[in-house]
């Protein structure tokens, strides 16, 4: 609600899709002249295919929402004007641009909106933004003092052709001190999601300036299933994971690796969730371009997680129906994707991680994967954290799991 009472929300149009595009509708009371009273509802976003609104604010006076979205790799902060006039044209405005992401909106008052702000190599901190402008002036410093003892990292924008003729977008972070002389390990990320946007976040857990530190050019694209490229390019993932998708994650890498700085005999790929579903496919498709897999929590075999995961309504959605429907082609060529599928192509070093309590995609994903493994005699590694679910939230286990990981790359990639 605004300080009028009126009421504004965020709402999708389909059932069961849970990365359908998000839009903010506003609500109004309408008094008819018999006295009765129904609510009148407007779409404030529904005219731009490109945004997907992660949250919103009402502006103090209620004479405009301002909202986060993602937008081409970052989340920007946007408003819309006269939300509540439904006569009145309504205009948005994208206010901030810039490779950085507005994570949050604080407070508001007149043409000074208080923001957070991060970016690949920094933590999230509180700015003072001027709305007429996009002007924006840090108000805290608190990791200022860390900092300074650390060197940055270079962040560039790559743009790769993808097979079917898309342009799509590749962060591609350089170490410090980078020289483009020399020879790099690089590290493929794989985004989770599937449908969540890789912009310019700061993570605790996949955290590219620490990846960057160890000496790893990391790449990391805005594949197939991403928003803010467009409601196309968000759907073209659901009911697909195997398909266009892991194309773009190979078109990316292959790119990139034509930089005379990637050593190709060094490569790595890695992922969480839907991103460590990749690396699971990409163990058995890959074709000897990588020399190492980490897959956190990732899926891999679909009729095990049909039937386990806390979250059928969304393996509806993305695979089209169950396994055993066999005259549906969709759901058929879906589970026809599942890396369990593909274990007979395995022959790659490959680091698993579970969280016991992961009850989105429960612990037999990562066991399964494991004893595939194994069982075909390739190098490989289980760490099994019990207390943890879908994320590493105990900060003995997140230095746990930072430890481990980057003990693996030194053992296989470096």
């Given amino acids: 609600y605004n300080q009028r009472g009126q009421l504004a929300w965020l709402q999708m149009k389909r ?17 008819a002249p018999n006295g009765e009273s129904s609510l009148k509802t407007y779409n404030l976003t529904t005219t731009r295919d490109d945004i997907h609104v992660e949250s919103f604010k009402w502006s103090e006076d209620g004479k405009s929402i301002f909202f986060i979205a993602p937008i081409n790799g970052t989340l920007q902060l946007f408003s819309v004007n006269n939300p509540t006039s439904f006569n009145l044209k309504k205009e948005i405005v994208q206010i901030t641009n810039g490779d950085f992401d507005i994570s949050s909106i604080v407070a508001q008052t007149g ?17 003072t933004l001027d709305a007429s402008n996009g002007n924006l002036k840090q108000l805290t410093h608190v990791n200022d003092v860390f900092y300074s003892s650390l060197s940055m990292c270079k962040i560039e924008r790559e743009f790769v052709t993808t097979t079917d003729g898309k342009k799509m977008l590749v962060w591609v972070v350089h ?12 590290l493929l990320y794989c985004q989770g999601g599937p449908q969540s946007p890789l912009t310019q976040f700061y993570s605790f857990r996949w955290n590219f300036q620490l990846m960057a530190s160890q000496g790893y050019v990391v790449v990391a694209p805005c594949r197939r299933g991403m928003p803010g490229f467009g409601t196309k390019w ?7 994971w195997g398909g266009q998708v892991i194309k773009d994650y190979l078109s990316a890498i292959d790119a990139i690796s034509k930089e005379s700085y990637v050593d190709k005999n060094r490569r ?13 496919a990409l163990e058995g498709l890959h074709q000897n371009r990588f020399k190492t897999f980490i897959a956190h929590d990732g899926v891999f075999d679909f009729r095990s997680m049909y039937g386990t995961t806390d979250e059928l309504f969304f393996e509806n959605w993305e695979k089209g129906g169950a396994y055993w429907e066999k005259n549906n082609a969709v759901a058929q060529r879906s589970f026809s994707q599942s890396p369990s599928n593909m274990v007979d192509k395995w022959n790659t070093p490959i680091f698993i991680i579970q969280g016991g309590k992961d009850y989105r995609v429960p612990i037999e994903q990562g066991q399964g994967a494991f004893q595939a493994a194994q069982l075909r005699g390739i190098k490989s590694k289980f760490l099994y954290l019990p207390e943890e679910n879908h994320w ?8 746990v799991w930072q430890r481990e990981f980057y003990k693996w790359l030194d053992e296989t990639l470096k």
């Fill in 234 to 240: 968000n759907e073209q993932i659901s009911k697909d």
């Fill in 268 to 280: 790595g790929c890695v992922g969480a969730s839907f991103g460590g579903f990749s690396v699971f």
């Fill in 392 to 399: 590493v939230l105990s900060a003995q286990n997140a230095l």
């Fill in 175 to 186: 170490p410090p001190n980078f020289d483009a002389s020399k020879k790099y390990p690089t």
């Fill in 111 to 127: 043409n000074t909106v208080i923001v957070s702000k991060t970016d690949f190599n920094h933590a999230a901190e509180l700015y």
């Fill in 15 to 31: 059932e069961g899709y849970e990365a359908d595009k998000q839009d903010i509708i506003v609500g109004v009371k309408i008094i």
